[in-house]
């Protein structure tokens, strides 16, 4: 889900949050001012990945209750994958511009989800198997497989005493002790020790830095950090919102692991995409499509060996500690992009929907000389 595509949120109170979730951490990240027209003000932005978002759904769908039935047989899996595909197929009523187009994205979803089952879906499928066979109780499949972390505020935080005060004098009450971040995931499964979280994305573009590397001491820790420098050139919203949802789903993960009685573990967040296009290799002639998937495991860039060692948890104190304070910012209203404009100008405002009433960008765009 996209931030565009967020209306009201009713956990969203004013100038101040009990909850909140990881689209909201991003849009915030990216333009706290596009933050509070969507999420505090529950404006609806226009969203051009609707349509891709769309058939994303209906692989997700058909990956997952294949995964339910509870075959684990490479040809079994793809069957039962292809099938409910099939259905879901025949409800969707996106608007193609001739049926050649609809074939084709068709095959397209279907090369997709072969390249799953042939890349990690028969192993992930064992691994939900023995993760129901070890688990005393709870869901281990999805969609949107719920999960949540609460992060507990920076005591004497300006803004979230703020928050209180304006709260009190309005009559409503706000929890701004602790925030509850949600998230989600598409499936659990086990792989040795470890509990893994899969999360079917539309492609792994945004994780930047992430993507291509797997040690938090080789350049993501700096990178992180200068992010949140104003004396640095580094504005990577995209790559720092992965982090954070890292951290939260890891956290989420191990409640779920006490909820199933598997506290020993440890949790592991691993990313796919569906819609990667790069990878995708189309014979026009014979209308044929064939693809690969490049699986992402989060984990290992996220984890500082520092934390781990001391906690023995897949934990990173930087990390965790920079998501409390910019959530105590949330809480505490801090909507005005002021400080960071010009980064946040030209990283956000391009593909905006909100600048037809946002003050900061139409201050900017228009002037008057003399």
Known sequence: ??????????????????????????????????????????????????????????????????????????????????????????????????????????????????????????DHAAGIERLAAESTDGELIGPDLPLSSTVSLPEFETGARAAAETSADSGTEIDVESVTIDASVDYVYADGRSIVGVQFVSTLRSLGLLRYRSDWDRGIAERFTDHFDPDADVFDPSFVASLFETAVVIDGLRTRCQQLGLEDRTCRYVQIPLADRSQTDINWVRETVETSLETKDLTDGYIDHHTYGMTHKHRNRTVDDRLADVVSEIAGGAFDPTDRWDDISNDACPDCGYTVCCRDYIAEEVRFDG
């Open 1 to 122: 889900m996209t931030e565009e595509q967020v209306g009201p949120d009713s956990r969203i109170e004013e100038f101040g949050t009990a909850s909140l979730d990881v689209d909201g951490l991003e849009t915030y990240l990216h333009c706290p001012r596009r933050y509070e027209f969507a999420h505090v003000d529950g404006l609806e932005g226009s969203d051009d990945e609707t349509t891709i978002d769309d058939r994303i759904t209906l692989l997700r769908t058909a990956i997952c209750d294949a995964l339910r039935r509870g075959e684990t047989g490479r040809e079994a899996l793809a069957d039962a994958a292809r099938e409910r595909l099939e259905v879901l197929w025949a409800d969707h009523d996106e608007r193609f511009h001739s049926r050649t187009q609809r074939r084709h994205e068709r095959r397209v979803l279907e090369a997709t989800l072969e390249a799953y089952v042939e890349t990690v879906g028969v």
